[in-house]
Each structure stands twice: as C-alpha cells, then as structure tokens.
C-alpha cells in the first residue's frame, strides 16, 4: 500500500502545480459606510481572466464590485469612474473579465451607495489558460498516424522477440 501512495502523490503534485488557476484573495472585508476599498492586482502576463465573486453578508446590502486600472483610482476618488468591469449594486454577484495589457489593476468594493459599512466575502482568482491553440485537422491525423505506425512497431518488433525466445527456450 505505500507503494501506490508514493506513487500517487507524485501525480497529484503535478497536476496540482500544473494548475492554469490562481486564487488572489477568498476573505471577508469590511467596506465603511460610503466608502469604497480596493485589492492590488499586478497582472504582468498577457492575457488573463479576472474572475470575481462577491456576496454581501447582510442580505439588504448593496456594493458594486469592478476592475479598474489602478492610475484611475484618484479619479474614482473624485467621483469619476473608469472601471474596466463593474456588477450592478446587488447583495451578490460576479464577473468575468478578460485583461490583454499587462499592468497594474485594482478590484474595487464600492459602498458609496449605502451610509452603513458592511461586510463582504470577496473571491478573486486568476485563470492563465488562455492562448490555449489546436493542431489543425491534417496535423491531428498525422500525430495519430504516427503513434499507431510507432505503438505497431513497438508491439511488432516485442512479438518476434518473445517468439524467438519461446522457439528456442530450453524446456521445450
């Protein structure tokens, strides 16, 4: 039995680290009343998925939750918003947002709408496995051509061993 879990937890680790999948933040933050506060994201790798969850934990709440670029958030200060991508004002909600630029980011709670601070569960993770590209059709089928010729080979060339083998075996 140890011997299998050696050899599972190997492969587990790798598919574990191989993961396309970052998760930033999954905490409970306490926005103040007409207010907002935001979360540093540095995206230095093009292109990635921004992936937000939100809920609020008193369910008569409203926040928006949006992605802006982080030299815009002296405007959103001033009461100008450039969000990249923001909900409606809901007690929950998510978005998803594709970055192509790399660069500095932030994602904003926004409470301003409501003059009692308020406690939301915020989920924020990365997803990288976008420029994922496909053979074409003729290249599958020589890909698939090629396994069979060398797996038949392999097996072909394995057989006549054994026969020769058998054939000449000393108890027979």
């Known amino acids: 039995m140890p011997c299998g879990i050696s050899l599972t937890l190997p492969a587990l680790l790798v598919l574990w680290f191989a993961s396309t999948r970052v998760e930033l933040v999954n905490e409970v933050y306490s926005i103040p009343a007409a207010d907002w506060k935001y979360l540093d994201v540095d995206l230095r790798q093009q292109p ?52 192509r630029e790399p660069g500095e980011y932030a994602v904003v709670v926004d409470n301003r709408s409501d003059q009692r601070p308020r406690s939301v569960q915020l989920r924020v993770s990365l997803d990288f496995a976008l420029d994922v590209r496909y053979l074409s059709r003729q290249r599958q089928l020589a890909v698939i051509l090629i396994s069979f010729a060398v ?20 108890w027979l």
Not at 50 to 74: K, P, S, Y
Not at 157 to 167: D, G
């Open 151 to 170: 797996f038949f080979g392999i097996v072909t060339y394995s057989a006549r061993k054994l026969l020769r083998a058998v054939k000449n075996a000393p």
């Open 48 to 99: 990635v998925s921004v992936d937000c969850e939100f809920q609020a934990l008193a369910e008569d709440a409203r926040v928006r939750v949006g992605l802006i670029r982080r030299e815009n958030l002296r405007g959103l200060r001033r009461g100008r918003e450039r969000f990249l991508h923001a909900t409606e004002l809901a007690s929950r909600g998510s978005f998803h947002y594709t970055v």
